[in-house]
């Protein structure tokens, strides 16, 4: 956790700031409302406009199966390669996992991926952690379902160690064990921010002390309010974590359009969305993060009115 502001890397700060509300991408960077899979026809290009259009974050998503009961693949592409890919292709843009399937895979191995990635892209990466959202995964892993509060915890706390402590001492439960013989590299400039995604089983009392923001879906005004005041009560004397929401997310071409919600997807014109997005940053969110799967738009004409309208009237507070 950070206790200042100005301790916390760039790629945080870049996303997370009470100064202001910042707007970030889930992967696939497309809309293709009527398929589960994506065609990642133009992603390269359209990680490239997201950065120019001042877009904060991309955030990549986790998911090994495509489950037919679902309907989603996502972006197809194993997360942490992929972020490697758009270390390359992108500059300044924030890279993060929205988020890592924690008890699906191995800490050591996060916490390496998560260092490189760090890295490679110059201290662009936030490590997103969630316990997933598709029950039918875990027994291809061999992963007890009814464990994975306990597994994400523990990992959560091996990754640390990891990353924080020279030739750490640490015995785990679920995982290994390290005597202070080894060191895990590359190192870290900066502490590595970790994100909660989804409430991933734990009480609010934990994801106040153990991790520096929470993505969720909740994004109603009143559970918004309840949400912030209990994390900052729950933290106590420390910097309570950054809160930020999730949504389905279809921009109407009409820019007076009403917010509209249809299940969970939000439709809305630019200038609904423009009132929405302050009145959220006036009770403390710090970020919103918009998955374009069910748009009836083309992503690049989103991203640039984002670009063009949202996001310079959301800098200016």
């Known amino acids: 956790m950070y206790a200042k502001l100005d301790e916390a890397p760039r790629s945080f700060t870049r996303v997370f700031s009470p100064q202001r509300l910042t707007i970030g991408l889930l992967t696939p960077l497309e809309a293709y409302p009527d398929s589960p899979f994506p065609t990642l026809v133009e992603h390269q290009r359209l990680a490239q406009l997201a950065e120019e259009a001042g877009i904060a974050s ?12 679902f309907g989603d693949a996502a972006q197809m592409l194993d997360p942490m390669v992929y972020a490697g890919f758009l270390a390359a292709v992108t ?23 998560a260092a490189s990635l760090d890295l490679l892209s110059h201290q662009r990466f936030v490590l997103g952690l969630s316990t997933g959202d598709r029950p039918v995964e875990y027994p291809a892993f061999g992963v007890d379902y009814d464990a994975r509060g306990e597994l994400y915890r523990e990992a959560v706390e091996y990754i640390r160690y990891l990353q924080q402590q020279s030739f750490p001492r640490v015995q785990t439960t679920h995982y290994g064990q390290l005597s202070g013989k080894l060191d895990l590299y590359p190192k ?21 002390k153990n991790v520096d923001a929470w993505l969720w879906s909740v994004d109603d005004d009143n559970a918004i309010t309840d949400i912030i005041a209990s994390l900052q009560q729950a933290a106590g004397e420390l910097p309570a974590p950054a809160y930020g929401y999730s949504t389905f997310f279809d921009l109407d071409k009409n820019p007076n359009a009403p917010y509209q919600r249809f299940y969970n997807v939000v439709r809305i014109g630019r200038n609904a969305l423009i009132e929405r997005l302050q009145r959220h ?25 984002l670009g063009s309208y949202v996001i310079p009237v959301l800098e200016t507070r």
Do not use: C
């Open 188 to 208: 870290m400039t900066q502490q590595l921010p970790i994100m909660a995604v989804g409430r991933s089983r734990q009480p609010i009392e934990w994801l106040a």
């Open 58 to 69: 991309i955030w990549l998503r986790d998911v090994p199966f495509y489950d037919p009961n």
């Open 91 to 113: 500059k300044e843009i924030t890279l993060g996992t929205a988020g890592i399937v924690l008890p699906l895979r191995e800490p050591i191995a996060v916490a390496k991926q």
């Open 281 to 305: 940053q006036a009770l403390g969110v710090q970020h919103v993060a918009i998955n374009l799967k069910p748009s009836s738009r083309p992503a690049a004409e989103v991203i640039d009115e």
